[in-house]
């Protein structure tokens, strides 16, 4: 499996990583990356009781 998970990250990092760069688009006016990059870290899966969200683990910064 070690192998397949290096494939995996590999994968990953090629297609979802998100650089912010004028040329292509996604920053404003004020240098703000409209995709809304990088994205806040989240360590583990909660249920937010008071508005019903669910906040997603998610350990990478710039992978959506």
Do not use: Q, Y
């Not at 703000?32 to 998610?58: N, Q």
Request: hydrophobic fraction near 35%.
């Amino acid at each position: 499996w070690d192998a397949v998970k290096r494939v995996i990250d590999d994968l990953v990092i090629r297609s979802n990583l998100h650089t912010c760069d004028a040329s292509r688009g996604c920053l404003d006016k004020d240098g703000i990356c409209k995709a809304r990059f990088p994205r806040e870290l989240i360590p583990k899966t909660v249920f937010d009781e008071k508005d019903g969200r669910i906040l997603m683990k998610k350990l990478e910064s710039r992978i959506n």
